[in-house]
């Protein structure tokens, strides 16, 4: 009976070995599986990380560009302002000196521009004498002019010609003044949006670039995360693993309290300790004080008992006090002294 006994304690022993020694691959298989895809994770982070850093060098770039820009155009806004103020003020005078000069030639235009009669007098009275001469010729000149000088219709002619010459000289002016800076204006205009739009088309592309290189690095994400939320739901070794390391996690933390429980107690030892010292220094003096007042009433033998029996006490307190100092408190899992108590 003994022989079947032992018989089965061997083969169950030999079965448990076996189920070791094969289980023991799988294990290797499971954490070499989790050792690769934590590098996989790490390269996937590095690369996140270097995508991170280089999309924020490009947006300091980027933002120094528009920074530049934007300064660039705002100077040239204040002198487009400048110029505008420039060119609203030059139009002002302009206008109110050709208003001027309009109201003056208005004026022109409604005077009576005819030769009154007592300057004709006057001509023909300077012009008498050539009359009376026999030459023929100068007399003829001589009406000529005097009836050039009555003709007071061609002189309000010719005077109209020279306004309406003068005024369509100003108009046109004025407004070729205008348009030109007019153009001026819509050229500098176009040449801002033009410049602009070249820079903001790099912006834009970069935009479009970070957009897509996040929305692939997003997928790869939920891509990884979802492959360690499947590994960890097939495999139940994996689970088991987990539930060990969260109990190892537990038997640490209990572990972490006792140890603070013991410094606690240790602390409060010490502080103990240290107002026995002063009760017993405070005994000691008093010890003294008694010693030297009742030293002439108590007799010699009774002294020296008193003193040996104070120096025992202090000598088995120091002997106590140096055991419980070089002692530790070791503890131990409840399911490991267990285990222990049952082997």
Known sequence: MENRLQDVTNTLGSSQKQHSINSTPNLDKHFDLIHESHNELSQQLHRIETSTKQ????????????????ENLNKLLKNIVEYSNEVVTEGNATKADMSLIIKALEELKMRQISLK??????????????????????????????????????????????????????KTLNIAAISEKMKELSQSSS???????????????????????NSQILAKLASIE??????????????????????VHELEKKIQTLERNYE??????????????????????LADTVQAEQVSNLPSPSIQ???????????????????????????TPVELANSSDKD
């Open 55 to 70: 999309t924020n060098v490009d947006l300091d770039q980027l933002y120094s560009r528009s920074k530049s820009n934007n």
């Open 117 to 170: 009669e007592d300057e004709l007098a006057k001509i023909k009275d300077a012009i008498q004498p050539y009359f009376g001469g026999t030459d023929v010729q100068l007399r003829a000149e001589l009406e000529k002019f005097t009836a050039f000088v009555k003709d007071d219709r061609l002189s309000k002619r010719i005077l109209e010609e020279q306004f309406n010459h003068i005024s369509e000289s100003i």
């Open 191 to 213: 040449e801002l949006k033009e410049s602009l739009r070249q820079e903001l088309t790099p912006v834009n592309e970069l935009k479009q670039e970070t957009q897509f290189t």
């Open 226 to 247: 979802q492959i360690l939320h499947d590994q960890k739901n097939s495999d139940p070794k994996s689970v088991e693993i987990v539930s060990g390391e969260s109990k």
């Open 264 to 285: 606690c107690l240790v602390e409060k030892y010490t502080q103990k300790y240290d107002q026995y010292k002063l009760l017993s220094q405070k005994f000691a003096t």
């Open 305 to 331: 008992n008193l003193k040996r029996f104070h120096n025992t006490n202090l000598r088995m307190i120091e002997e106590n006090n140096t055991i419980s100092n070089g002692k530790r408190i070791v503890s």
